[in-house]
């Protein structure tokens, strides 16, 4: 059974930093792309960054130059920091990754941390 586990959302006053953690746990073979998701009230949810098992790194438009995603390997986590923050930056940010077992691959999701920006 692989697991997601975020950590690190929380409270911030606009211009502050946070830092989210996922930790994938189970059995796991190997992991491909590990990325960040969020989703707003009454909004799709969206790309914010990704990483695959390189140094391949994506972002969207919104965050380039504040977030900078990484990834621990040996540790099945992955991070993303984030700077600078704004009000819209507000969301559920969910955790995603491709994950190997030794049966199958398959993709998984976190249950989600809140990040709340206040202006």
């Known amino acids: 059974q692989v697991q997601l586990v975020e950590s690190g959302g929380g409270l911030v006053q606009a211009g502050g930093s946070l830092r989210l953690s996922c930790a994938a746990s189970g059995s796991i073979f190997s992991i491909d792309t590990m990325g960040w998701y969020r989703q707003a009230p009454g909004k799709q949810r969206e790309l914010v960054a990704a990483?695959?098992?390189?140094?391949?790194?994506n972002y969207a438009d919104s965050v380039k130059g504040r977030f900078t995603i990484s990834r621990d390997n040996a540790k099945h986590t992955v991070y993303l920091q984030m700077n600078s923050l704004k009000p819209e930056d507000t969301a559920v940010y969910y955790c995603?990754?491709?994950?190997?077992?030794?049966?199958?691959?398959?993709?998984?999701w976190g249950q989600g941390t809140q990040v709340t920006v206040s202006s």
């Open positions: 990483v695959r098992s390189g140094v391949s790194t």
């Open positions: 995603n990754a491709d994950i190997s077992t030794r049966r199958s691959r398959n993709n998984y």
